[in-house]
């Protein structure tokens, strides 16, 4: 198969283009400066040159959207809604332009679009979007609009020929450096690794294996398409998902954080609170029931696993 994947230059592009390659797929990433073979240039934003590639591919990738690690100004929540919508809308007129469309359009989004919530898991069917929760701070409803016009942009474009499933993505843990996962182990290494804010909001996450593997089963499952959760199906609270990447680190010391703590050390780091507050309790309903199989469904094992990786490197 070729396989276009845009906005590809960044880890999980690199993870996929890895994975598909072994299988023996052509990849192609879209990419603002291409520097390596197999690498095309566009802009993210409008049609052009690019769009060849997608003519006759068999899927398409959109991994596109400006890094949510940041301090949400109102400049940086225009880059962040743009860079996800203006792409998706590019790819959608490159789809549907193409005499020979690709078989199936996978798209970016995000396990965000849910509600914050501790009683119940968010399922694909019965999951509640966000936006509305009474216990969660206005300025978490941007995260909410971004998810749902991502997602929106993707829906209203026009290629019946070409299945459209979108990839509602928790954190994506991987071994790389300066990635969530590293910077959560350094957090865990210097005992300052406890619970924030009580840590009974829940976090949802997935291994890279998993995740590589799952695109892999959508890619090939003709049936499924809409929204598709891509999370480990066992969310834990926050204090029990540090204490698990502790005890991979043989670190058994951790300093509880405050709520109020947490916000200034995100506004010091310039990037936000809500990414270490919001409750995002996330299962993947529609995989299970599809029988897609989890190599690592309990994050202790996967902990472990990716601990001694980033070790080796």
Not at 4 to 21: F, K, M, N, Q
Not at 182 to 194: I, K, P, T, V
Not at 290 to 299: C, K, V
Request: proline letters at 7%.
């Amino acid at each position: 198969m070729k396989v276009v994947i845009p906005g590809g230059s960044g880890a999980l592009g690199a993870l996929l283009d890895r994975s598909l390659t072994a299988a023996g797929h052509q990849v192609v990433t879209l990419t603002r400066r291409p520097a390596r073979p197999r690498q095309v240039g566009w802009d993210g934003r409008t049609l052009g040159a690019w769009a060849k590639e997608v003519d006759g591919s068999d899927v398409v990738l959109n991994l596109a959207g400006r890094s949510v690690t940041c301090r949400y100004t109102e400049e940086n929540r225009r880059a962040m809604m743009d860079s996800r919508v203006l792409s998706t809308r590019a790819v959608g007129e490159a789809v549907a332009a193409a005499r020979r469309p690709p078989a199936v359009w996978l798209q970016m989004s995000t396990a965000t679009v849910y509600a914050h919530r501790h009683d119940a898991p968010n399922g694909e069917r019965d999951g509640l979007i966000g936006g509305d929760e009474p216990d969660a701070p206005p300025s978490w409803r941007h995260s909410i609009d971004i998810a749902r016009a991502w997602e929106q942009a993707q829906a209203e474009a026009e290629t019946p020929h070409t299945r459209k499933v979108a990839l509602r993505t928790a954190v994506v843990l991987g071994p790389e450096r300066g990635g969530a996962l590293d910077s959560l182990s350094w957090l865990a290494r210097l005992g300052a690794g406890g619970p924030i804010a009580g840590g009974a909001q829940y976090v949802s996450w997935i291994h890279e294996r998993d995740f590589a593997r799952a695109v892999d089963f959508l890619i090939a499952r003709r049936e499924l398409a809409g929204p598709v959760n891509l999370a480990a199906p066992n969310p834990l609270p926050q204090r029990e998902f540090m204490r698990d990447l502790r005890r991979a680190w043989g670190m058994p010391l951790a300093l509880p954080a405050t709520r109020r703590m947490v916000e200034l050390g995100a506004f010091a780091l310039r990037s936000e609170s809500e990414l270490l507050l919001k409750s995002r309790r996330v299962v993947p309903a529609r995989l299970l029931d599809a029988g897609f199989t989890f190599e690592y469904p309990r994050w202790p094992a996967a902990a472990r696993d990716l601990v001694r990786r980033l070790r080796g490197r």
